[in-house]
């Protein structure tokens, strides 16, 4: 709401564009399964996201639809081949669909929609290729907060030599949140939280099994890290932890302009 009344008393939007902002926060009902909260992104910054885990392709397709329509975009995350199809089978032509449907995270827009970028820097580690598909969860919902993201994946603590190339750019670049995604013992925020001062977001993937197995192991460590400096998400958190990560890198670039 701040935003649309600061864009209004700038005079970059009429009045009635305005009211026709602010009339869209509020729920949308669609048929009998689905009350969405169109203003949520107002409010929190950060754009809508449809979890399609457990819904039916239908549903998926019905909602993200309806919402796009009403924000400009959705994004999906958690998306199967079943949920990915019945979205390209009806997407008219005024939409988009783009992202990674390997891993099931995509967003769906309307054509010529384009991100304002922050000036938000946020970087993504990865201890195995395993991690990544949740590492591109983070990836996407970082991006389509505007913030600038740089990845390096496959960097954990097996081959420990691989990790120290990508966090010397990571410091160069002057990244403001750091997220270091693990599976199996989660060591790897641990020992990069012990070498910059950057603040990073733990998360835990389920790509373990055994004693610890579904991510319990890579979790307890995370939580128990005696390095300082860490938050850590929950099991497979990668959409939480990319909107927590361009939450804070947002504010620091917000600060950076005003010192400019």
Not at 17 to 22: F, H, N, P, R, V
Not at 87 to 92: A, M, N, Y
Not at 95 to 116: I, P
Not at 208 to 222: D, I, Q, R, Y
Request: glycine share 10%.
């Amino acid at each position: 709401m701040r935003d649309v009344l600061e864009k209004l008393a700038r005079g970059e939007i009429s009045v009635d564009d305005a009211e026709k902002q602010l009339k869209i926060m509020n729920i949308e009902v669609i048929e009998d399964f689905c009350k969405f909260d169109l203003g949520r992104q107002l409010r929190k910054g950060i754009p809508e996201i449809i979890l399609a885990e457990g819904k039916t392709p239908e549903n998926v397709r019905d909602i993200a639809l309806t919402v796009a329509a009403e924000t400009g975009r959705v994004i999906i995350s958690r998306a199967n081949a079943e949920h990915i199809a019945a979205l390209k089978e009806t997407l008219p032509d005024s939409f988009s669909l783009e992202g990674n449907e390997g891993v099931g995270t995509l967003v769906l827009k309307k054509r010529g929609s384009t991100v304002e970028k922050t000036g938000g820097r946020v970087a993504i580690l990865t201890g195995g290729t395993s991690d990544i598909r949740i590492a591109e969860e983070a990836n996407l919902v970082a991006q389509e907060m505007g913030c600038e993201v740089m990845t390096a994946y496959d960097v954990g603590v097996a081959g420990i030599h691989r990790l120290f190339p990508p966090l010397k750019e990571i410091v160069q670049r002057d990244v403001d949140v750091l997220i270091v995604v693990a599976g199996r013992e989660g060591a790897l925020p641990t020992l990069v939280a012990g070498l910059v001062d950057i603040p990073i977001i733990a998360v835990p993937t389920s790509s373990s099994w055994g004693l610890g197995e579904k991510g319990l192991s890579a979790l307890t460590a995370m939580l128990q890290a005696c390095s300082l400096g860490i938050t850590v998400v929950n099991i497979d958190g990668g959409v939480a932890a990319g909107a927590a990560a361009a939450l804070m890198a947002n504010k620091v670039a917000r600060a950076r302009k005003v010192a400019e």
